[in-house]
């Protein structure tokens, strides 16, 4: 059983070899990690100063309009 597992492990390491890796430079998928946590701590502080212009324009009487596109009109089809 062990031979047999060892030769399953050869041949994957064979037919699927490791890229090699660079001194110091992350992983590939630490690079992706990286990059989507950047962006999600980006659209994170975008949401805090939207919620704080909201609360502030709410705190001063004004009313807040979502800037939500609009639908065009539908056209005739009959």
Known sequence: MERQ???LR???RRAFPEPPASEGAPAPIEQVRL???R???TSHAAALRR???ERAAMDAGAVV???VPQ???LG???
């Open 39 to 41: 962006q999600a701590d």
């Open 5 to 7: 597992t060892a030769a």
């Open 65 to 67: 309009v979502a800037s």
């Open 71 to 73: 639908p065009a009109p």
């Open 51 to 53: 919620a704080c212009a």
């Open 76 to 78: 005739r089809t009959a």
């Open 10 to 12: 050869e041949l994957s």
């Open 35 to 37: 990059q989507r946590r």
